[in-house]
C-alpha cells in the first residue's frame, strides 16, 4: 500500500516508526523503493552531496526538480517529497504557491518540504488550502546558516527551546502533515512530538522522534570529509569504489582489460 499523508498520521497514532532517507538519481531510489524506505526526499542537500558545492543555498529550483523527475523514474510507486531551495517560497505566497506547484506537476512529487520557522505559517496554509501536501522543518535551518553564523544545535536553552515547539506546533496548525526536526536535544524532540498529532521526522534530534531520516551518501559512507554526529555508517561506499577503479586503471594499463572475455 503507497504511503498517503493519512496514511502517516494513522502510522504515528499506531507507533510504526516511520523511515525517510534522501536520495537524488533514479540508480539510488530503485533501490530505497525495493528496501521498503516509506519516505524518499529529494534533499537540498544534493548541493554538497552530488553537484559540489560549500552548501544548500546554491541550489536552484530547476536543479531540484531535474532530480526529483529522477527520483521519480527511479521509484515510482514511492510518497516522494521535493525540498524547497533557498528563496523559492520568501519572495511572495505567489511565488511560493507556483513554485511549490512545480514540484507536484512537473517533478511527479507527492508533497513538498519547507524550511522555516513560523513566520512561514501563513505561507504553509495558502499551500495546503491549494492542495499541496507540505513537511514542515525546524530546529536547526541549513538554508539559514549565513544568518545564524554556521550549523548550530538548536533548542539548547528554555528561549530557544520553546521557538522550535512554537514554530512546530505554527507547522502542525498551518496544515503540515509532518515536522523534520533537525538537531534539536533529544528530550525537546520527544516533548515536540508527544505534543504533536502530525509525525515528527527527526535528524539528529535523538530516538524519540515518529521517525528518522538520514542523508543516503551518510549512511553509504560515500562522502568526503568527517562523518556527522548524527549519521550512522552502514557501509563504506568510498573505499570500494577506490579499489574498484585503482582495479580498472590498473588493467588498461596493462593491457589485461579487455580480455577475450570482454571482447566480441
Known amino acids: 500500500m503507497k504511503i498517503t499523508v493519512s496514511k502517516l498520521r494513522k502510522m504515528k497514532q499506531e507507533g510504526q516508526r516511520i523511515v525517510m532517507l534522501t536520495t537524488y538519481d533514479a540508480p539510488t531510489a530503485r533501490l530505497a523503493e525495493e528496501c521498503g524506505i516509506d519516505l524518499l526526499l529529494v534533499g537540498d542537500s544534493l548541493g554538497m552531496c552530488v553537484l559540489g558545492y ?22 515510482p510507486n514511492s510518497f516522494i517529497i521535493g525540498d524547497m531551495p533557498f528563496m523559492t517560497m520568501h519572495a511572495s505566497e505567489r511565488d511560493a504557491l507556483l513554485n511549490a506547484a512545480r514540484y507536484l506537476q512537473e517533478g511527479g512529487c507527492d508533497a513538498v518540504k519547507i524550511e522555516g520557522d513560523s513566520a512561514l505559517a501563513p505561507t504553509v496554509e495558502r499551500m495546503v488550502h491549494a492542495g499541496i501536501p507540505v513537511m514542515g522543518h525546524v530546529g536547526l535551518l541549513p538554508q539559514h546558516i549565513k544568518t545564524a553564523g554556521g550549523y548550530r544545535i538548536s533548542g539548547k536553552t528554555e528561549d530557544s527551546a520553546a521557538r522550535v515547539l512554537a514554530d512546530a506546533r505554527a507547522m502542525e496548525d498551518a496544515g503540515a502533515f509532518a515536522v523534520v526536526l533537525e538537531c534539536v536535544p533529544a528530550e525537546l524532540s520527544r516533548k515536540v512530538t508527544d505534543e504533536l498529532s502530525i509525525p515528527t521526522i527527526g535528524i539528529g534530534a535523538g530516538p524519540y522522534c515518529s521517525g528518522q531520516v538520514q542523508v543516503v551518501n551518510d549512511t553509504l559512507g560515500f562522502f568526503n570529509g568527517p562523518k556527522p554526529k548524527h549519521a550512522k555508517q552502514y557501509a563504506n561506499l568510498n573505499d570500494i569504489i577506490q579499489k574498484a577503479l585503482s582495479e580498472y586503471a590498473a588493467e588498461v594499463r596493462s593491457g589485461t582489460f579487455p580480455d577475450d572475455e570482454h571482447s566480441f
Do not use: D, F, I, P
Open 54 to 75: 560549500q552548501n544548500t543555498l546554491q541550489v536552484t529550483l530547476e536543479e531540484s526538480l531535474h532530480h526529483c523527475k529522477a527520483v521519480r523514474r527511479g521509484a
